[in-house]
């Protein structure tokens, strides 16, 4: 534990810390804090775009015994190629919905929720941080990663990036890290979630700063040939895949797009995310707001410390900031990053400027059976209070239900031009029958020139009609604001509207026939399933 009588320790200095700074973890010293933690970091209780479709596709390979290699569910690239590299992750939450329904969609959360907030606290503890100050750290960190603890395949990179910066942070302070578990991990995360390219690439800037810093600190180039070892193995075992490189250039692709920061709310900026959620409301956006804080601190505490140590985690931390801003779903990545040199040099700092700070204090009342007992009661509750026992998820922005509805009724099928971010809520309603036109599959199936024709489309661009005349489109389902493009292009027929969307049908099509058109629904608040 640190304390003013080991400040020499802390000296501005380049050598690695050793085994000595281990401090004692919060899940000794505060399991009860450790417990209402992930109850916290749990209670995001929305279904996520893409929750119906990972489903439906997990579905699908369970059905037919192997990997669906062609698309089935559009009409715009129907036949073609899926590099579905979350193939892996939607076929265990079609094994948990099959057999328990939401709520066991509900336990694989808070399986990776527990997994990935356990391992930042053992990473924080091996900073040998004071209680108080990896108790803060925490509950920024959580503040940050909460509302993207969704019911999607990302929940796994989180575990996975977690454990991974547990093993490099024992490393760089000198700890028997056994680096080796990260082949099969990273074999396996390949086929969870497309994340694990932030992992080769932490576990790469790890190898390069570690093994420069040695050669420059005049250590020798034995530790640098042995991650930069493990590093080029782990590589390689990502092509464990069914797809192989494929897997490799579905994320890429993505990454490389341009339609990607306009088309999917996750891809903008964080600068341009949080402002944009400053208008709707000063309360929202707080996880960005935290994650921020977290920058700046780590940033000053780096400053003040002046000790480049581990240089090596700071280096990774920097790069997953430059991320998130780039991109604001990369924001948990950079607070998973941040946990262990933000914890450290906060302590560096404390101690150097002001030693005698009660952040430096023990605080042995929160190992007590009582106060355990307490806090995950506390947990419990707050567990039970936020739906984790619901048979249903409600969506957190609006779909098209009683549209979805309404075709049902009047048995209306065909292929459907619909919002992006609806299309996979569209499939779990009504495929087979109907085909969308995109999905949030996006690059893995979708070749540019459909993605493009539906982005001049989406936005009201010069040949967006292409999306109408060049694709043997049947209906339009969009929101509200869709009626004024409608009406100008011509020669469709609005056939149902509520709040929440628009309807449309070819003038000449059976479907607008219809008595009593257009019809006027109301808009329900969708849930899952």
């Not at 509900?106 to 929720?113: F, N």
Request: aromatic residues 12%; positive net charge; glycine residues 6%.
């Amino acid at each position: 534990m640190v304390s003013p009588d080991t400040q020499p320790e802390f000296a501005a200095s380049t050598e690695p810390p050793g085994p000595r700074d281990a401090g004692a973890s919060m899940l000794k010293f505060a399991p009860g804090v450790v417990v209402l933690a992930i109850a916290l970091a749990d209670t995001w209780r929305f279904a996520d775009a893409d929750t119906w479709g990972h489903v439906r596709f997990g579905q699908d390979v369970l059905a037919a015994g192997k990997i669906v290699w062609r698309d089935s569910y559009s009409y715009t690239a129907f036949g073609h190629l899926w590099l579905n590299h979350e193939w892996l992750a939607e076929v265990i939450m079609a094994v948990l919905y099959n057999r328990l329904g939401v709520f066991g969609l509900s336990l694989m959360k808070l399986a990776c929720v527990a997994i990935t907030i356990v391992f930042i606290v053992k990473t924080e503890a091996e900073t040998g941080a004071p209680p108080l100050i990896q108790i803060g750290v925490l509950i920024l960190t959580i503040a940050s990663l909460n509302p993207q603890f969704q019911y999607r395949p990302q929940l796994f990179t989180f575990a996975m990036l977690s454990a991974l910066l547990y093993l490099l942070t024992r490393d760089a302070y000198r700890r028997p890290a056994r680096l080796w578990i990260t082949v099969p991990m990273f074999a396996l995360w390949a086929n969870l979630h497309g994340g694990f390219i932030l992992g080769i690439a932490a576990l790469w800037i790890f190898a390069l700063t570690a093994g420069s810093q040695d050669l420059l600190g005049g250590r020798g180039a034995s530790r640098s040939t042995r991650l930069g070892a493990v590093a080029a193995i782990a590589t390689v075992a990502t092509l464990a895949t069914p797809y192989g490189i494929g897997t490799w250039t579905a994320v890429l692709r993505a990454l490389a797009n341009p339609y990607t920061r306009i088309m999917i709310q996750d891809w903008r900026p964080l600068g341009v995310q949080l402002l944009m959620c400053w208008r709707r409301s000063p309360l929202n956006g707080l996880n960005y707001d935290a994650a921020i804080v977290l920058m700046a601190a780590l940033a000053l505490c780096f400053t003040l410390s002046r000790n480049w140590a581990d240089l090596p985690l700071m280096t990774i931390a920097l790069v997953m900031s430059g991320a998130a801003f780039a991109a604001n779903r990369n924001v948990p990545a950079a607070a998973i990053a941040i946990a262990a040199p933000l914890t450290r040099h906060l302590t560096l700092t404390v101690s150097r400027y002001w030693p005698r700070s009660g952040l430096m204090n023990d605080l042995p009342q929160l190992a007590t059976r009582e106060a355990t007992v307490l806090l995950s009661a506390i947990a419990l509750i707050l567990s039970g209070r936020c739906g984790f026992y619901s048979t249903s998820l409600e969506a957190e922005y609006p779909y098209p239900v009683s549209a979805c509805e309404f075709m049902r009724q009047n048995r209306l099928k065909g292929n459907i031009l619909t919002q992006f971010h609806w299309g996979e809520f569209v499939i779990w309603q009504l495929a087979p029958d109907s085909k969308v036109f995109i999905d949030g599959r996006y690059d893995t199936v979708y070749p540019p020139n459909v993605i493009d024709d539906f982005f001049r489309f989406n936005n009201g661009r010069p040949g967006g009609d292409a999306a109408l005349t060049k694709y043997p489109t049947d209906f339009v389902l969009m929101d509200a604001s869709a009626r004024v493009l409608m009406d100008h292009w011509g020669g469709w027929r609005l056939i149902y509207s509520d709040l929440a969307s628009v309807l449309y049908v070819r003038a000449d099509s059976p479907a607008a026939k219809l008595p009593n058109l257009p019809i006027k629904g109301v808009a329900y608040v969708a849930t899952f399933p």
